[in-house]
């Protein structure tokens, strides 16, 4: 069985590539309906970020593979580390508004909003004392924003970059996640392999999963089932049911010398995707299925920074050197 899966997945390339004019740290889909036909994607490199709209063939018959629009380019200024959309971003209304906050590797948050047209603004965010790994909007009305720091912090702000809450950690937080469902809990994950759910109300930790092994890397709260929870810690993914145990349901070895990041499709609540170090020989992007003892796809190209979803598509984007690439799961 493991074996003929195996072949069908084989190690391919990209669906589609994109040609940037550098190398893209971080990339992100909007989990988000913008009220376009597309896609809203952001990506980051050592100076700007990117604002675009894709339109792929799997979801418009019109369109021919890929359809790739530039709507702006924001000046940075600092290379962007992380990226996350602000659920206010829509197209489908007059004036259009964009919002996305950025973290950089001068600890700052940076809140940039635009209309993509004469107004533009950049709110910047001072608090961490340290790398920023990860950010997240709040998913229903997008006034706060959580960011998590080797700093040993998860903390709250407002879009005035009023710090509305902070927790302590053990070690450094490497991601946080909000869920539509669930908007009253935080998801923190550290380093050193706990996961915690905060209540925003109480401002106390409710419930904690342990991975059993160090270091976390990265973690997702599924958005299409939320009691599932997946991480990746030193070479394996990990699988949490949190209704049932505290350690992991499902463990499986999938990147040599150590796994990056980890991120939940959108559409499908069973697949699921990983990425090995950036600058690795075998940093590939791996799709898993939980029904498939193997990989159903496995990247040919090295990735570099950077993983996201398809709101709706089986289809995930990874950042490199001056490309994205573009990966549709025929599943």
């Known amino acids: 069985m493991g074996g003929g899966v195996q072949e069908e997945a084989g190690n391919r390339g990209p669906s589609y590539t994109v040609t940037c004019e550098d190398y893209v740290h971080v990339v992100e889909f909007s989990p988000f309906d913008s009220g376009s036909p597309g896609s809203l994607l952001a990506y980051g490199g050592n100076l700007f970020v990117v604002v675009a709209v894709c339109r792929f063939q799997e979801e418009d018959l019109e369109v021919e593979g890929l359809e790739f629009n530039t709507l702006r380019v924001f000046h940075h200024g600092v290379r962007v580390d ?26 700052k948050l940076r809140v940039l909003t635009s209309d993509l047209k004469d107004s ?24 706060q924003i959580a960011s998590v720091s080797d700093d040993h912090t998860c903390r709250v702000w407002d879009l005035d970059g009023k710090e509305t809450a902070l927790f302590k950690l053990r070690s450094p937080g490497m991601s946080v996640c909000w869920h ?26 409710i419930l904690s999963l342990d991975c059993g092994q160090i270091p976390l890397m990265s973690a997702d709260w599924c958005l299409a089932n939320s009691i599932k929870v997946g991480a990746v810690v030193g070479t394996d993914w990990v699988i949490w049911d949190v209704t049932r145990s505290s350690y992991p349901q499902r463990k499986k070895p999938c990147h040599v010398d150590r796994a990056r990041l980890f991120r939940w499709s959108r559409a499908n609540e ?19 299925h939980l029904g498939h003892p193997q990989p159903v796809m496995i990247g040919s190209s090295t990735v570099g920074g950077g993983l996201s979803w398809h709101r709706s598509l089986p289809l ?16």
């Open 270 to 288: 069973n697949l699921f995707s990983t990425t090995g170090c950036p600058g690795k020989i075998n940093s590939q992007l791996l799709v898993h």
């Open 316 to 331: 995930c984007v990874t950042g490199g050197d001056r490309k994205l690439s573009f990966w549709m799961t025929e599943m």
């Open 180 to 205: 539509p469902a669930e908007v009253l809990k935080l998801m923190v994950a550290e380093k050193r392999g706990t996961i915690r759910f905060y209540d925003l109300l109480s401002q106390q930790a």
């Open 120 to 143: 533009h603004e950049v709110k910047e965010i001072e608090g961490h004392s340290s790398y920023i790994n990860h950010l997240v909007f709040e998913p229903v009305e997008g006034k």
């Open 82 to 107: 992380t990226l996350a959309w602000s659920p206010e971003s829509r197209l489908d209304k007059l004036p259009q508004v964009i919002r996305f906050c950025t973290a950089a590797a001068d600890n």
